[in-house]
Nanobody, 116 residues
Framework: EVQLVESGGGLVQPGGSLRLSCAAS????????MSWVRQAPGKGLEWVSY????????SYADSVKGRFTISRDNARNTLYLQMSSLKPEDTAVYYC?????????WGKGTLVTVSS
């Protein structure tokens, strides 16, 4: 059974940093690209970042480029999202997703709240 379990969310002040983690199990993690997707309160889903299976290439939404860094540890079956210079508009539930010609699995999400 494919499982994606996010952790690391919480309350942080504007300008602060946070690192999200996603523990993957039930599949060969190193064979799949992965993404982070977020949903702000009352808004739709927004793709945040993507990383290829080997971790050598990634891409970002313009809204987070230069502030967020996606990475992965294939030996530990874990995906990360390092977030810095956080803004109130980054407040959202962040989902870890598996890419397979489109997203085929989602985690349950972790809430990030950016507020003073």
């Amino acid at each position: 059974e494919v499982q994606l379990v996010e952790s690391g969310g919480g309350l942080v002040q504007p300008g602060g940093s946070l690192r999200l983690s996603c523990a993957a199990s039930g599949f060969t993690f190193s064979s799949y690209a992965m993404s982070w997707v977020r949903q702000a309160p009352g808004k739709g889903l927004e793709w945040v970042s993507y990383i290829y299976s080997g971790g050598g290439s990634s891409s970002y939404a313009d809204s987070v480029k230069g502030r967020f860094t996606i990475s992965r540890d294939n030996a530990r079956n874990t995906l990360y999202l390092q977030m810095s210079s956080l803004k109130p508009e980054d407040t959202a539930v962040y989902y870890c997703t598996r890419e397979n010609s489109g997203i085929d699995y989602w985690g349950k999400g972790t809430l990030v709240t950016v507020s003073s």
